[in-house]
């Protein structure tokens, strides 16, 4: 895999989550070569879905929406694949007058995984090639060798011409040399935690509960056991997201007591008493801070349900001069349709031609 500066251009992209796998994938398409290197064993960064014995459970993004004509053409193709389906479901919220949380209606077209949401980074993922379970650890910039790549044992992984990172900003600004021209743009905290739980429980009768937007401790709740692989006579299967700032004051709790915690929030606001924790997942930079938000528009996905969107960079993030650029959720608003147009952006500036 390790390339050399006397081939024209060789691409390193760091990181194959939503923003790096659909920049490879069009780099590739447009017969530009490219390695991915990832740090896990999978593909989808925060878009993962956990096979739990023979359940497949979202434990990140639980859907997203599209509202860029760029992007739904995306979403048409993962229709047609089969991937993807809208999810058809009426937001619920809490009610102190309620027993049950009550729904909330709203026009936002959200779409899930038929398999898990991880379906779509596998379908970006077809064909590339992915170096996994290699964390980059150090950038090295040579003005002749251009990029080395060098991983937590000190080997060297390759040189390349180009590099692309297309990690959260708070990895990105730890990684890059301090020569890169956008560098010190790259704000120093930019995402906040979540605690996520996947709890398997008695089944929640007469009742069309899928997706529940929480209060101050749990942000959002949501119901897998429509999904395909997950159908279930007698039991249910719930995601529990913790809220950002209860995520943040317990970040180092152990796991059995925050699996506690959401059973205990799930018996007092669903009345469900039967219940088994099956995954515990702390996700340190889960979605993009409350304070890191401007005024600008509404957003309506679970990220960020209920407050503004975030400012975005306006241009994408390049050092033409060393031949780096940045990418991901965060230079576009967070969210996984954010990291898809970061990708397209940067396709479309005279980064590489
Ligand atoms: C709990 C949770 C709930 C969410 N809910 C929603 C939702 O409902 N709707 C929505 O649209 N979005 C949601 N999101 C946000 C959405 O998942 C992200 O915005 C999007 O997936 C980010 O994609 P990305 O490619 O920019 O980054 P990532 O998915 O973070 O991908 C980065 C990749 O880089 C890898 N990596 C990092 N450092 C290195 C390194 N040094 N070397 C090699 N590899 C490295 C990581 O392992 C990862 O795979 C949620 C996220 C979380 C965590």
Same mark, same amino acid.
């Given at each position: 895999?390790?390339?050399?500066?006397?081939?024209?251009t060789?691409?390193?992209i760091?990181?194959?989550?939503?923003?790096?796998?659909?920049?490879?994938n069009?780099?590739?398409?447009k017969?530009?070569?490219?390695q991915v290197?990832?740090?896990s064993?999978?593909?989808g960064?925060?878009?993962?879905?956990?096979?739990?014995?023979e359940?497949?459970?979202?434990?990140?993004a639980?859907?997203?929406?599209?509202?860029?004509?760029?992007?739904q053409n995306?979403?048409?193709? /993962?229709?047609?694949?089969?991937?993807?389906?809208?999810?058809?479901?009426?937001?619920?919220?809490?009610?102190?007058?309620?027993r049950?949380?009550?729904?909330?209606?709203?026009n936002?077209?959200?779409?899930?995984?038929?398999q898990?949401?991880?379906?779509i980074?596998?379908?970006?993922?077809?064909?590339?090639?992915?170096?996994?379970?290699?964390?980059?650890?150090?950038?090295?910039? $040579?003005?002749?060798?251009?990029?080395?790549?060098?991983?937590?044992f000190?080997?060297?992984?390759?040189?390349f011409?180009?590099?692309?990172?297309?990690?959260?900003?708070?990895?990105?600004?730890a990684?890059?040399?301090?020569?890169?021209t956008?560098?010190?743009?790259?704000p120093?905290?930019?995402?906040?935690?979540?605690?996520?739980?996947? *709890?398997?429980?008695?089944?929640?009768?007469?009742? $069309?509960?899928?997706?529940?937007?929480?209060?101050?401790?749990?942000? /959002?709740?949501?119901?897998?056991?429509?999904?395909q692989?997950?159908h279930?006579?007698?039991?249910?299967? /719930?995601?529990?997201?913790?809220?950002?700032?209860?995520?943040?004051?317990?970040?180092?709790a152990?796991?059995?007591?925050v +699996?506690?915690? +959401?059973? $205990? /929030?799930l018996?007092?606001k669903?009345?469900?008493?039967?219940?088994?924790?099956?995954?515990?997942?702390?996700w340190?930079?889960?979605?993009?801070a409350?304070?890191s938000?401007?005024?600008?528009n509404?957003?309506?996905?679970?990220?960020?349900?209920g407050i503004?969107?975030?400012?975005q960079?306006?241009?994408?993030? *390049?050092?033409?001069?060393?031949?780096?650029?940045? *990418?991901?959720?965060?230079?576009?608003?967070g969210?996984v349709?954010g +990291?898809?147009?970061?990708a397209?952006?940067?396709l479309d500036?005279p980064f590489?031609?």
């Amino acid at each position: 895999m390790t390339k050399t500066t006397d081939s024209p251009t060789s691409v390193a992209i760091i990181g194959a989550g939503i923003a790096g796998l659909t920049y490879a994938n069009r780099l590739l398409a447009k017969g530009i070569s490219c390695q991915v290197i990832e740090k896990s064993r999978g593909r989808g960064g925060r878009v993962n879905t956990r096979r739990i014995s023979e359940l497949k459970l979202d434990l990140g993004a639980q859907y997203f929406t599209a509202r860029t004509p760029t992007f739904q053409n995306q979403v048409a193709c /993962w229709l047609e694949e089969g991937v993807i389906e809208p999810w058809t479901f009426e937001p619920h919220v809490l009610c102190p007058e309620s027993r049950l949380p009550i729904p909330s209606p709203d026009n936002e077209i959200r779409y899930i995984g038929t398999q898990g949401l991880n379906g779509i980074a596998h379908s970006l993922a077809n064909g590339l090639p992915i170096k996994f379970s290699c964390r980059v650890a150090e950038v090295l910039h $040579n003005p002749v060798k251009g990029f080395t790549l060098v991983d937590e044992f000190q080997q060297v992984i390759g040189h390349f011409t180009h590099l692309v990172t297309a990690i959260p900003a708070e990895q990105t600004k730890a990684l890059l040399p301090t020569s890169i021209t956008y560098r010190d743009q790259i704000p120093n905290h930019l995402h906040s935690p979540c605690w996520a739980v996947a *709890i398997c429980s008695e089944k929640l009768d007469h009742s $069309n509960i899928e997706g529940v937007f929480g209060d101050e401790k749990v942000r /959002w709740i949501s119901r897998q056991t429509r999904r395909q692989d997950n159908h279930h006579q007698d039991k249910d299967y /719930w995601l529990v997201h913790f809220a950002p700032d209860w995520s943040n004051q317990y970040q180092n709790a152990s796991k059995s007591w925050v +699996a506690q915690q +959401a059973m $205990n /929030w799930l018996r007092e606001k669903l009345s469900l008493k039967q219940q088994q924790s099956l995954h515990c997942h702390f996700w340190r930079y889960a979605n993009l801070a409350l304070d890191s938000l401007s005024t600008q528009n509404n957003d309506a996905t679970e990220a960020t349900e209920g407050i503004k969107a975030p400012s975005q960079f306006a241009k994408p993030l *390049i050092d033409f001069q060393h031949q780096c650029a940045s *990418i991901g959720d965060w230079t576009q608003g967070g969210r996984v349709e954010g +990291a898809f147009e970061s990708a397209i952006k940067l396709l479309d500036s005279p980064f590489i031609n």
